[in-house]
């Protein structure tokens, strides 16, 4: 099993920045693919990004969202950068035994709020 905690999330305004953690236990991290997912109220879950031997992002945060991660640390990042009211979301973070996009275990989440 692999438990994965999410943070950072919170209300910012259009433009500004948030960087979301989601730290893993229980499991060594580093064979894991890690992605970050989230959902909108009323709408479904949708892919934002991964990691594993490469990096993966939807074509809605390119250029603007950075995934990386710290293995010593079994933590994956998301620096989400010139943010946008159609940003705000759950996001969830997600760990992969086979890679992306098949997704074993997945957090709690935690609310980004953009407002306008």
């Known amino acids: 099993q692999v438990q994965l905690v999410e943070s950072g999330g919170g209300l910012v305004q259009a433009g500004d920045s948030l960087r979301l953690s989601c730290a893993a236990s229980?499991?060594?991290?580093?064979?894991?693919?890690m992605g970050w997912f989230r959902q909108a109220p009323g709408k479904e879950r949708e892919f934002v990004a991964a990691i594993r031997w490469r990096t993966y992002y939807a074509d809605s945060v390119k250029g603007r969202f950075t995934i990386s991660r710290d293995n010593a640390k079994n933590t994956v990042y998301l620096q989400m950068n010139s943010l946008k009211p159609e940003d705000t979301a759950v996001y969830y973070c997600?760990?992969?035994?086979?890679?992306?996009?098949?997704?074993?275990?997945w957090g709690q989440g935690t609310q980004v709020t953009v407002s306008s």
């Open positions: 997600a760990a992969s035994r086979t890679g992306h996009p098949n997704y074993d275990y």
């Open positions: 229980g499991r060594t991290f580093s064979p894991y693919a």
